[in-house]
Nanobody
Framework: AQLVESGGGLVQPGGSLRLSCAAS????????MNWYRQAPGKERELVAS????????YYANSVKGRFTISRDNAKSTLYLQMNSLRPEDTAVYYC??????RGQGTQVTVSS
């Protein structure tokens, strides 16, 4: 499996970013997918999950109501829409497949 994240960057508090994860090498539409993040000196945190069809989602309490996970199975792509960003959202964001494989990550920095 190959996973390639993109869309990170520097944004001011209150701003928005949309992360993408392009998947290949496996039947993307068959498996649930996850977004994790890891900030310096902190443990990896599960941010959001989505089932194979997109019919069910899970969010960490810290992002509930601000982030939205979605997927386009025709494009084998996973998304994370992040709104009302806060400095504490600063981290490297990774997409993970159901096998535990991940991409290289994309840096999100929220700072004024």
């Amino acid at each position: 499996a190959q996973l390639v994240e993109s869309g990170g960057g520097l944004v001011q508090p209150g701003g928005s970013l949309r992360l993408s994860c392009a998947a290949s090498g496996f039947t993307f539409s068959t498996y649930g997918m996850n977004w994790y993040r890891q900030a310096p000196g902190k443990e990896r945190e599960l941010v959001a999950s989505i089932t194979s069809t997109g019919g069910a989602t899970y969010y960490a309490n810290s992002v509930k109501g601000r982030f939205t996970i979605s997927r386009d199975n025709a494009k084998s792509t996973l998304y994370l829409q992040m709104n009302s960003l806060r400095p504490e959202d600063t981290a490297v964001y990774y997409c993970y497949d159901s096998f535990g494989s991940r991409g290289q990550g994309t840096q999100v920095t929220v700072s004024s």
